[in-house]
């Protein structure tokens, strides 16, 4: 079965800074979904890529979906503490039915 | 936001009892899907549906039934709980099965099996 592996685990930047989460598959990757998870709340749903290269931006988070449809990443410009929380990768299973399969996410946190 | 109810958000329950969650949605999206998330672990798929009495299992399904009778209602049953079933439930809902619909998740439920 796929699994993705998300890198770092967790993450611990000062206000302002920039940073970049990776997500990474053995295999290619239909339908790569970036969400957001704070603490005791639900997934938000940031962006979805399909094809490669493509990249897609959402106020200061930009994701990238690399040219093999292996790797994606997720980059956050001038970080702020609105951005903590658990960022998970989601890839579709390709059943049909759009199920999705999950990374075990990475922890960010932004020190004021 | 997608309009997804999970209903209980909260729940204690004594193992080897029966318990049902439900999802309820107001988007009329035919794809409907339980998770449980548990630390190490991630998003796991338990069961989804693609249409009104049309299920299949996913990933972890052992211990689950699901029943949908509506479009608008996703019933997840716990027959016998146990404790390794405490964990955070999450429904989700999905317009299309084709890769590049956009899946919405909702709020989840906490249960507890002691």
């Known amino acids: 079965s796929q699994e993705l592996e998300q890198s770092p685990q967790s993450l611990i930047v000062q206000e302002g800074k920039n940073l970049t989460i990776n997500c990474t598959s053995s295999?290619?990757?239909?339908?790569l979904y970036w969400y957001k998870q704070k603490y005791g709340e639900g997934l938000i749903f940031l962006m979805m890529l399909q094809k490669g290269g493509e990249e897609k931006s959402h106020e200061k988070i930009t994701a990238k979906l690399d040219e093999k449809k292996q790797q994606s990443s997720l980059h956050i410009t001038a970080s702020q503490p609105s951005h903590a929380g658990i960022y998970l990768c989601g890839a579709d299973e390709q059943t049909g039915a759009n199920n999705l399969f999950f990374g075990t996410g990475t922890r960010l946190t932004v020190i004021p | 936001d997608a309009g997804i109810t999970q209903s209980p958000r909260h729940k204690v329950t004594e193992t080897g009892t029966p318990v049902t969650l439900r999802c309820h949605q107001t988007?009329?999206?035919?794809?409907m899907y339980w998770y449980r998330q548990d630390p190490g672990h991630g998003l796991r798929l338990i069961h989804y549906s693609y249409g009104v009495k049309d299920t299949d299992k996913g990933e972890v399904s052992d211990g689950y039934s699901v029943s949908r009778s509506k479009t608008e209602d996703f019933l997840l049953t716990l027959e016998s709980a146990t404790s390794s079933q405490t964990s955070v439930y999450f429904c989700?809902?999905?317009?299309?099965?084709?890769?590049?619909?956009?899946?919405?998740f909702g709020e989840g439920s906490w249960l507890t099996v002691v």
């Open positions: 989700a809902i999905s317009g299309l099965g084709s890769s590049g619909n956009t899946i919405y």
């Open positions: 988007e009329n999206h035919r794809y």
């Open positions: 295999k290619t990757l239909y339908g």
